[in-house]
């Protein structure tokens, strides 16, 4: 079995993925907009040897027929909501080797001030940057905030692939990774090794000098976790790591095979693409106690936070369909992943299944060698690279898989021994042994001299880091 790598998976906000749980007396989610909140989780995270923390955001909130319940606001399902890029920045001085993998959307600003924001992060982390490409699924109410007009489902990937282009531009081709000479007597920067960059394309334009100078990996490490059909593709293009949400092995397997052929597709190896699923539990001293905690949790949640959760991923008013509708009546521009997972279900189904675990996984509840033994079925199963530890409770659910399942996981050799080599995010994650993307990522094309130029010469790309 392959040693997998591991992340963390959180919000900065009260609730996580859909379902209710500030309340629970164990989380303390509430504490989102705290320093030391954010602090004490991010020394966890690296004592324990965690890969990286994963921050997820998204753009607008709930809405049912164009009017917000107000459950939304009173289970703080949606809002409020920080910037994760600011959290990941105060995270930096307080880690040395945890990845801080920070979402962003292609769809609501250009790409101009965010690559600069992005390289920002690469420089000041040493490398240990992540970028989880979203296309925004609560699109409908963010375009209004945004003052945009709606971007279609099949548009907004299309808009991702521009977007891409563009930073690559930027991170790759604006300043070459040896610009930088610092020389005090009167050579900052070789302006042979500065480039403007032109893009002129259907969704954005963008012409002049980057901000930033090459950064320890250049790209970021880039994460994607689009399900539909377009986002596979983009998946396979150009994610290094996929997230493949959660259900049944089998299942799984087929959605990381297929993520993997999109990747060969693109001319890169199957390999190129680490799959990582979510993976949730609920751990207890025996199977009883596990499941009396797990019902704790589930006492949170209200048949209208349920309803308006579905609704904010969807657009869709599950109460206004009797329970028996087959899901694949309805229609979504929004997150069609959301209507696809639940192929063959009912509505009833579906309200059930979101109370229990919203958009995330389904927990895994039992004793920690239950656990244990069930995350090691799936991987297997699964064929996965990495889990991604969706805590029901925080900081409780963490804790408790640091101490009670991360050492039995250890144990069988499943997860790696504290930090693997290597400075970058990308070395740790990818094994690859360079800070950079390979040659085979549409990034690379990019880079100076551009191919039918001269070759480059050694040395040349092989990161960013100061000499
Ligand atoms: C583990 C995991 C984490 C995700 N995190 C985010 C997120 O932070 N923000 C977001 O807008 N979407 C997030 N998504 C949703 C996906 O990016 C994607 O938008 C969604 O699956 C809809 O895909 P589709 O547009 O291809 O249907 C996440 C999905 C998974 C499986």
Redesign the pocket.
Known sequence: MKQLKLGL?E?VAANVGGTVTWRHEDDQRHRFDDLRYWRDLGEVLEDAGFDFL?????WGWAEIDGVRPPVATQESLDLPRLDPVVVASALLSTTRNLGLVV?G?VLVEPPYAFVRRMATLDHLSGGRLGW?I?????AETAVRAFGMDMVA?DE??AMAEEFLEVAYAYWEGAWEPDALTRDKRGRFADPAKVHPVEHAGRFFRSQGYGNAPYSPQGTPVLF?????T???RLAGRHGEAV????GPAADLRRHASAVRAEAVAAGRAASDVQVMA?VSCVVGASPGDARRRHASVLRCQTPEATVASYAMFTGIDLSAHPPGTPMADLRTEL????L?RFAGRTVGDVLDAWRTHG??AQPIVGTAQEVADEICALAEGADLDGV?L?PVLQPTSTLEFVEEVLPLLRARGVLADGYRDGETLRERLTGSGSPVLPRTHPAAAHRHPRPGASPTRSGEHGGGRRG
């Open positions: 998976f919000n994963f921050l997820g955001d998204a979402t959307s989880n979203v296309t925004t699924g609560t489902h907004r990937y994607q976790a689009g399900a539909s377009a986002g596979r997230f493949i949400g959660s979510a997150s069609r992943t959301q696809e958009v995330g991604l969706s």
